[in-house]
């Protein structure tokens, strides 16, 4: 029996359900980032209210600092945090790629400095495997190289191959456990941005067998065409019953349109990052909360928003706060982007069950559209 | 009829209330400082939670940033910031002597470039009335002149007379509008170290008529022993029958030493400022977050308080946040230490309202020693 149900299709959109073992997740499911046990300034409750069913953790980061041995202790990642829904952990492949100081990739793992403080570390398959399980991870992703962009076919070719070894090796632990302590395990296709290496990656991956399925090493710098060609590339050989996760994407156009393309799980830091910067999301594009037309606006930061940011304040009072770089500020728009960005799965959601999604997907990159053209 | 009322005494401390045209305050009360329009990281449902009863707004700050007249013209400082509470508004004079530019004092007021952009700006006492009107403030303070510490007894008495001249201004500024418009306006001591000059400013405030009386240019840079003396200097000559507040002030041990020398009402920045280096206040002492000891250490910030940071998480996890640099670090010690502070306020009233204050004092005083002894 597979963990993920389709409960409804419209094209290659799907509405689903996974099943963990802290709850089920209704996709397409849009996944807030907690990369250091916390989502950036939001508290659980916080996290509730703007409807988010499933967060990010970094093994990486948390292996770096507090470390997952401290986490283990403390009884996991849930309790060390005040989170009590599904976490899901990302392998830490991909900042040992992007921000580890001197590393030395080898058949067994990776050798390399902690961007922190220097400090000598190996992170392989198995360790990778190690961390995810100590956090107490509810979705644990395999160890992979990401190579970078652009990359040579040859090179994807042999990276691609060395991440396929670790994938076996990462399944052969977790098989080596008893079933009652296993979490879900996704695979992740690489590829690069050659469809005959992410076709191969993928069917290598779904012989092998995981619980889901990741599409990785996408939003490296490529131009858009490229990231939802890797997509197409690979959705055709993975398994209907089976989720899909594209890692680190998107804007919110991207979002809907990666939904459309049958994905069904995604994370993005765009929501929080930006309202760090006053740059809050809205179905008409993003507006740029610093700009002086705000200065006395007494529209919420998008009318009729059910958030606490819209129910409660002014752009106004908002645009104030960010100008005299208050913490309160960043706090109302990382609330209202994350409730805007968990908002698009739920809308999408919506929208397959009742078979009306191609009509919403149209209307709302559209509108998304139009508001970009005017800003 | 008086605002003000005392309901018990024990020695100088009193138990009382202050009525204001937006609801009743139980003294002794700590009041939190929302300088800029934000009492800062925290929403006001979060400073309701905490036991806010009223909450500081900043005439100078506010008047830079955004202005006084958005915020007239939004409705007042309550509905733009949220808060439907009370609120009392410090002058600006503080400020003006302590961060702005290029100053010139005149009998006039204070001509200066302020902080931000060095606009040349001008606040007299009829000045800051307005502002202070504009803002919709509940408690409005005097515009006064704040000499430096030290000062000579002589430079002490002409300041002190130019801020009676001044307080005058701003009673008849008042005294030409509406009763029914005003809301309650208090006088500030002034008069340095110097207990004479303490006592002529009291009596010749109290001749003019306040609603309350605040002692202000204390915590100035001078030892604890002057600034209790300052206090003590004053009070005997202030009505019983009107509300006394010490600005600025202090450590959780001068509060309980304020309230029992006859002091009704306090604020200051230590809670929050502390709370973003990670420092905590506790029954026992401060607690640095961001020691080794706490690394692994289950027990909330402080064992048995009723806030939120401390109902759901452990010292280890805040200490992650802080050492990690994470909002919601500061955003959990703000809390707790804001509840704590307000707490003081509440929990010495109950001590009055049932004749243990002197028994309360000596050991909460005790135990912060204590505290701070090992520390």
Redesign the interface.
Known sequence: MSCFEVQAAVGRARAGSLKTRRGVIETPVFMPVGT???V?????VELREVGAQVILGNTYHLHV??GEG?IR??GGLHR???WDGPILTDSGGFQVFSLAKLRRITEEGVHFQNHLDGTPTFIGPERSMEIQRDLGSDIVMLFDECPPHPCTHEDAAASLDLTLRWARRCREWWDARPAEDRPLVFGIVQGSGYPDLRQRSAEALVEIGFDGYAIGGVSVGEPEPEMFAAIEAAEPHLPADRARYAMGLGTPKQVIELIARGVDMMDCVLPTRLARNGTAFTGDGTLNLKNAPF??D?RPIEPGCEC?ACR???R??VR??I??E???G??LVSIHNLHFYVGLGLRARAAILDGSFEAFRRETVGRLDAGERES
């Open positions: 250091q046990a916390t950036k300034a939001m508290t659980p600092r507090p401290l202790d403390f060390f945090m005040g200065a006395r007494e606490y409660n304040f002014a106004a009072y104030h706060l100008k005299a208050e913490i309160l960043l706090r």
